[in-house]
């Protein structure tokens, strides 16, 4: 097996093969970074004297060929190949001889991996924000059509007061847009530049850090080359705790799916090709997208323990528990993503039902309306609470006519343009222009 690290003696087959894992196959998505960080710290190395001019232009024609094959899905890692490393490498040394073999003068491996898993980490949060974004714009849309449609709002499960349907859709974008402030906490934590830390402690090169750092489109840098090192591991586990914070916000919003299909509640349908039958019953519509999204939400919530406790004993420096850390997290970008992108194509076809509260089982959702009326006409809250609690107990209660919510985030004044607002300057704060810019002249 060709490895970065390899002298004269090889490793056992059984030791191989264990301490390999699944890397080489999860490796695949991290090709193109790791292309990109080669062409900055190439281009760096020439910058200080360590690389020929001549041998540059060979190495980025050549690092551009690959980064080409892989956005075309022609990349692949050999079979007696450890990593990706280790395979761009090679297939550089292959093309153009000599030169490709100065690309890891001033590199560990170590600092390689973290910097693809920075880059990679970029690309699948600016992933997820888009995702988001699409399905945050179609919430407050739905919760604009839809607010003068009220349904029943719960505590306990039980009856409890009017709600709408602008707030239930409203809610749920508003949590989104909090939850856009734990990833963006994440982004800039992946936007800070570990390039140059080598196995964690530096290197005798004089390696310009800052330049890398420009040309990669990082914010900052990982000043210390220890803390970088301990950084992977952390990264992980911040990112994990955003996906977490979207997955719970999505798991809510599918189970009052779940429940308000329901033909108790009845508040929702969806077209019935959206929905999947029984293989005995054949009355069943059942909510299976939902339910999925519910479940692997819930998974993704674990995700940061699951990190956490494969990290939470380790000394400083790298460790190889850390390579594990993919088999958790890679897999978890894919389901999110996707669960945001089913999310917002079953909202889509939503129904909505009209008039649910003219039900008289729900009359006294608008008991504390009744008791708030009072009050406005002069009477103490208590004697107002007192006397329409013996309304309801006596069968002589009377829903008011019409609900009056005017104050801000309520019924009657939803609020939706700041939340909005909010949202937009949230995602202002990514300045993905910036890494794009910086990726496309690293490129060209």
Known sequence: ????????????????????????????????????????HTRMLESIGLMEKQDLDQV???????????????????PDVEDVHSQVELLLTRRIGDAGKKIHSGRSRNDQVLVDLKLFFRSEIQHLVRNTDILFTQLIAQSEEHKDKLLPGYTHLQ??????????FGAYAESLAD???????????????????????????????????ELLGFEDLNYNVVY???????TERILAQAMSAVAATLAKLAMDACLFINQNFAFISF??????????????????V??????????????????????????SGYHRDLQLLKENLFPAFKSLNECLEMTSFMLQSIRIKEDILKDEKYAYLFSVDAVNAEVINGMPFREAYRKVGIEIERGEFKAPASVKHTHEGSIGNLCNERINASFREILSGFRFEKVESAIEKLLS
């Open 159 to 168: 009856i409890a007061m009017p709600s709408s349907f602008g707030l239930w």
């Open 228 to 234: 970088a090192q301990m950084g992977r591991g952390k």
């Open 60 to 78: 980025q024609a050549g690092l551009k060929q690959i980064f080409k094959e892989v956005q075309e899905g022609k990349f692949s890692i050999e």
């Open 271 to 288: 077209p019935d090709e959206l929905t999947t039958g029984s293989s005995i019953m054949p009355h069943k519509k059942n909510p299976d």
């Open 179 to 213: 939850d856009m402030e734990l990833m963006l906490a994440a982004w800039k934590i992946c936007n800070k530049n570990p390039l140059g830390s080598a196995a964690g402690y530096g290197s005798s090169f004089p390696l310009n850090r800052t330049m890398t750092t």
């Open 1 to 40: 097996m060709s490895k970065l690290w390899q002298k004269d003696k090889g490793t056992e087959q059984s030791v191989e093969k264990f301490t390999v894992g699944n890397d080489r196959e999860l490796d695949n998505q991290l090709a193109a970074f790791d292309v990109l960080g080669s062409l900055a």
């Open 290 to 315: 939902f339910e999925l999204v519910r479940a692997r939400c819930n998974k993704i919530q674990a995700l940061p323990n699951e990190i956490a406790l494969m990290t939470t004993n380790l000394p």
